[in-house]
């Protein structure tokens, strides 16, 4: 079956811009995340849907950041007002049923912000 | 913040020659699991590792824990060019994510 998808692979935008990423996870997988790696560093943690249950938001860095999970199957991450530091790989997630199981990571959407 | 940290931050090697990398975290944790990531993009799941475990093997894989110290480590034995990758530590502490470390990149010269 497929994998976790997400798109677009790339995209360049001007600062001040508001972009939007979508993930489509693995087909009956109720968790999904999302993350952030800038270059070079290690991921961090953004937003983590789980079923029904209403999201951990916990690793937004700002208000500018929002996700929603639509049907409990795509996501789409959006960022408003772009700014060069949010530049980075976006990674998507999902797993079986919670953070407990093994995560599949999609290839991810390179951002850059100029 | 990140939890983890990982050591060495890059590690260059000869194929055939066995890879340690090391990973350290600050909280209690459930279980650790190892990733592997390619030029920078798509990570994959290699092994986990529960809070109850001390050594686990996968294939050429071994991995360590020792929750006293708050230290994993992964040996990947026999190098293959192949390997060559960015590998990750992450910790499940519960938080209902997983906190990732900062990566152990891994060149093997062929």
């Known amino acids: 079956g497929a994998g976790v998808s997400q798109s677009p692979s790339n995209k360049v935008t001007e600062k001040g811009k508001d972009v939007e990423l979508r993930c489509d996870p693995i087909s009956g997988h109720t968790a999904l995340y999302w993350y952030r790696q800038s270059l070079g560093q290690g991921l961090e943690f953004l937003i983590y849907?789980?079923?029904?249950?209403?999201?951990?938001k916990s690793g937004l860095p700002s208000d500018r950041f929002s996700a929603e999970r639509t049907g409990g199957s795509v996501s789409t991450l959006t960022i408003q007002r772009t700014q060069q530091e949010d530049s980075a790989v976006y990674l998507c997630a999902s797993s079986n049923r919670d953070y407990t199981d093994t995560q599949y990571f999609g290839p991810g959407t390179r951002l850059t912000v100029l | 913040s990140q939890q983890g940290e990982e050591d060495p931050q890059a590690l260059s090697i000869q194929e055939g020659e066995n890879a340690t990398m090391n990973c350290s975290y600050k909280t209690s944790i459930n279980n650790l699991q190892w990733y592997r990531q390619n030029s920078g993009r798509g990570l994959v799941h290699l092994i986990l590792i529960r809070s109850n475990e001390r050594e686990k093997h996968s294939g050429r894989l071994r991995v360590t824990l020792d929750t006293s110290k708050k230290s994993s480590s992964l040996l990947i034995t026999a190098s293959r060019a192949a390997d060559t990758a960015s590998y990750f530590c992450?910790?499940?502490?519960?938080?209902?994510?997983?906190?990732f470390g900062s990566g152990t990149r891994l060149q093997v010269q062929p």
């Open positions: 992450c910790m499940d502490t519960g938080r209902r994510a997983l906190t």
């Open positions: 849907f789980q079923g029904n249950s209403a999201p951990d």
